[in-house]
């Protein structure tokens, strides 16, 4: 079953969602997460499979592959993150987060995970590039599929939920 071509113009404001640091007085009340808002900008959303076993095989091969040539620098070969990631640079940008599954990327449905890859946030004063002339968006849901493939199955489990709203 092929989606057909949509363009979505909803601009989210991603906020925070952590609530670990409000104990610790020293640390400030943020986390690592997209600070700014980021526009969907995705023409075409793969569908997503019911579980991670049906994941394509070849897809998660090549995701591995681009991530490990594109985004492993900052976010890690695992995609583990930089450590001390919820601690903002002194400029007030944030550090790579982890994408795999320990920090926040699963409280994001697929379209806009791939609108945050498709036009980054540089121009935004965020810390993340943009992929959208570089990637197409078959090598970006790749990159997701392998990013997914790295969740705990109760993380995509929920994930399948916030994706469905
Ligand atoms: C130069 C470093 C850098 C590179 C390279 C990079 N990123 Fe990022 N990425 C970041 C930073 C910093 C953030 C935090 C977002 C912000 O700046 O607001 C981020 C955020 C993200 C997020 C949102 C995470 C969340 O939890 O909301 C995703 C998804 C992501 N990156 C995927 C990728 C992928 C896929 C690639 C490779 C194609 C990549 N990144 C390459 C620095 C980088």
């Known amino acids: 079953m092929k989606k057909m071509l949509f363009v979505l113009f909803i601009s989210f404001v991603l906020v925070s969602c952590s609530k670990e640091e409000s104990s610790k007085g020293k640390q400030p009340a943020v986390s690592a997460d997209t600070a700014v808002s980021v526009q969907s900008v995705v023409t075409n959303v ?27 620098q900052c976010h890690g070969n695992n995609a583990e ?35 945050i890859i498709t036009t980054g946030t540089l121009n935004q004063g965020g810390g993340m590039p943009d992929w959208g002339d570089k990637l197409s968006q078959q090598e970006i849901d790749a990159i997701l599929t392998w990013v997914q493939s790295k969740w705990p199955e109760e993380i995509y489990a929920d994930w399948l939920e916030i994706n469905r709203r």
């Open 46 to 72: 793969a569908p997503v499979p019911a579980s991670q076993a049906d994941f394509d095989f070849t897809k998660i091969a090549l995701g591995g592959k681009l991530f490990k040539e594109n985004c492993a």
């Open 81 to 115: 993150g930089t450590p001390d990631w919820r601690k903002r640079n002194p400029d007030g940008t944030l550090k790579p987060p982890p994408l795999d599954g320990t920090a926040h990327t699963w409280h994001h449905p697929k379209e806009l995970l791939m609108s």
